[in-house]
């Protein structure tokens, strides 16, 4: 692992959202999940996050930053509402705004990723939730 940070950005397929995000992490050494959720499986969604780094989600053209929410309702999935793309998650707590992201939209793909591990949540209460969120995501900075 580096103590450096390195900078990787990812974006929907029309480029109209995306993100910033930096991690000290080299991404052969990156914790790469695949939730079962139906939602995540109908996206193919492998995501990460470096509780260490910043992630900093971008709206390049205004009104295309979707946040939707469903289940237990504590999280927005940043969807592109032109192309559909769905770019990361993020979550508000009181003690600050975190979040993962979606390594399938990274420009380019790093080299090297270990495959996802299959992960699933739905036991968790939404206290659960929150709090396993806000330990293992990435902290969001604002622009």
Same mark, same amino acid.
């Given at each position: 692992?580096?103590?450096?940070?390195?900078?990787?950005?990812?974006?929907?397929?029309?480029?109209?959202?995306?993100?910033?995000?930096?991690?000290?992490?080299?991404?052969?050494?990156?914790?790469?999940?695949?939730?079962?959720?139906?939602?995540?499986?109908?996206?193919?969604?492998?995501?990460?996050?470096?509780?260490?780094?910043?992630?900093?989600?971008?709206?390049?053209?205004?009104? +295309? =930053?979707? /946040?939707?929410?469903? *289940?237990?309702?504590? &999280?927005?999935?940043? !969807?592109?509402?032109?192309?559909?793309?769905?770019?990361?998650?993020?979550?508000?707590?009181?003690?600050?705004?975190?979040?993962?992201?979606?390594?399938? +939209? =990274?420009? /380019?793909?790093?080299? *090297?990723?270990?495959? &996802?591990?299959?992960? !699933?949540?739905?036991?968790?209460?939404?206290?659960?939730?929150?709090?396993?969120?806000?330990?293992?995501?990435?902290?969001?900075?604002?622009?």
């Amino acid at each position: 692992m580096s103590t450096s940070h390195r900078t990787f950005e990812g974006e929907c397929h029309c480029g109209a959202i995306g993100y910033v995000y930096l991690t000290a992490i080299a991404p052969e050494s990156w914790n790469v999940r695949a939730c079962q959720c139906s939602f995540c499986r109908a996206h193919a969604v492998r995501t990460t996050s470096d509780p260490s780094g910043s992630v900093q989600f971008t709206e390049r053209l205004r009104g +295309a =930053l979707h /946040p939707y929410r469903f *289940g237990q309702m504590t &999280a927005d999935f940043l !969807v592109c509402r032109t192309c559909g793309v769905y770019v990361g998650a993020s979550i508000a707590t009181p003690q600050g705004n975190y979040g993962i992201i979606n390594i399938n +939209a =990274l420009q /380019p793909l790093p080299a *090297g990723l270990p495959d &996802a591990v299959a992960s !699933v949540y739905e036991g968790e209460t939404a206290e659960q939730r929150v709090a396993r969120r806000r330990e293992r995501w990435t902290p969001v900075s604002k622009s």
